[in-house]
């Protein structure tokens, strides 16, 4: 089936989700072991309060008239974390399929409140780094690596999503010099993917830093490869990621600040189909999203 946000009939962008592990966090003092929210879908309290965000999160797209794409909590929930979580590979992989069904009760429930007419839901999968995002790992993993930590979870998806057409997206976190972690240039990630993939994602994001930075990053891109960018999610600090790993203190940024840096983002990627938070973000920051794409 097309995604709906990437056919022409769609008038403007679908939103993502905010960065709902540093809310869960920093707002309701919940600690997340490395900073996973899956280990949350065994605890019925806490099971309740994700599904009242994504409901947060389906208002707001809802109330400009878009679609909104929700992830499933699965960010850290392949093989590799099973351990450091302190769960079986066995059980982790029933937290990944609790994390698909919780998504698919809530597009179920508000689609039923809607009778259909609402903007649509998407559901996203998400499979997070091997390791930690920040920590430099590209001499170290290897191919086979990747591959051998993936397998349960990933390879066989999709061996499946090319067997039924399911689409991929692969979104980069960047530093605050518009590079990945290591050196490699934005242009350069998408085009390794691409020719190792013959082009099979459906397009790429960038996410995890401020969208001014994005938009740095973005100036740099030739247009071939910005067009394969159709996701932004930004941080709502200008802060690198080493100082917003080392703070004990949530930095919500400047709300103007934030939404001018996706004006400069859209100003280089006036096609871009998926907009929304990553660290730092909640319903104000995608509320101004929203407002800010808003089209009468």
């Given at each position: 089936m097309p995604l709906p946000h990437l056919q022409p009939s769609s008038r403007k962008p679908f939103l993502s989700e905010c960065g709902l592990e540093t809310t869960l966090v920093y707002k309701h003092n919940i600690a997340l072991p490395c900073f996973s929210s899956t280990p949350l879908l065994e605890d019925p309290a806490a099971t309740a309060l994700i599904t009242t965000y994504y409901k947060a999160y389906i208002a707001i797209a809802r109330s400009r008239n878009t679609?909104?794409?929700?992830?499933?909590?699965?960010?850290?929930?392949?093989?590799?974390?099973?351990?450091?979580?302190?769960?079986?590979?066995?059980?982790?992989?029933?937290?990944?399929?609790?994390?698909?069904?919780?998504?698919?009760?809530?597009?179920?429930?508000?689609?039923?409140?809607?009778?259909?007419?609402?903007?649509?839901?998407?559901?996203?999968?998400?499979?997070?780094?091997?390791?930690?995002?920040?920590?430099?790992?590209?001499?170290?993993?290897?191919?086979?690596?990747?591959?051998?930590?993936?397998?349960?979870?990933?390879?066989?998806?999709?061996?499946?999503?090319?067997?039924?057409?399911?689409?991929?997206?692969?979104?980069?976190?960047?530093?605050?010099?518009?590079?990945?972690?290591?050196?490699?240039?934005?242009?350069g990630a998408i085009r390794a993917v691409d020719e190792a993939t013959q082009g099979y994602a459906a397009y790429f994001g960038v996410n995890c830093a401020h969208p001014i930075r994005i938009a740095e990053a973005l100036r740099r891109v030739p247009g071939d490869v910005a067009s394969r960018i159709a996701l932004i999610r930004g941080n709502s600090s200008l802060k690198s990621h080493e100082e917003l790993d080392n703070s004990a203190t949530l930095d919500r940024g400047d709300l103007p600040v934030f939404v001018s840096g996706f004006a400069e983002v859209l100003g280089c990627l006036p096609g871009v189909r998926v907009l929304g938070g990553c660290c730092g973000t909640d319903e104000e920051h995608l509320g101004a999203i929203a407002e800010f794409i808003a089209v009468d």
């Open positions: 679609g909104v794409i929700l992830e499933t909590r699965t960010w850290r929930a392949s093989a590799p974390w099973a351990e450091p979580l302190g769960y079986t590979v066995a059980k982790l992989m029933q937290l990944n399929r609790d994390a698909v069904g919780l998504a698919k009760r809530v597009k179920q429930e508000e689609e039923e409140e809607e009778s259909g007419s609402g903007a649509p839901i998407l559901i996203s999968g998400a499979l997070g780094p091997l390791r930690d995002a920040y920590e430099d790992t590209s001499a170290s993993v290897s191919v086979d690596d990747a591959r051998a930590g993936y397998r349960e979870q990933a390879l066989a998806v999709v061996e499946l999503a090319r067997e039924v057409g399911l689409p991929v997206a692969v979104s980069f976190t960047i530093e605050s010099d518009g590079c990945l972690l290591g050196g490699r240039t934005l242009e």
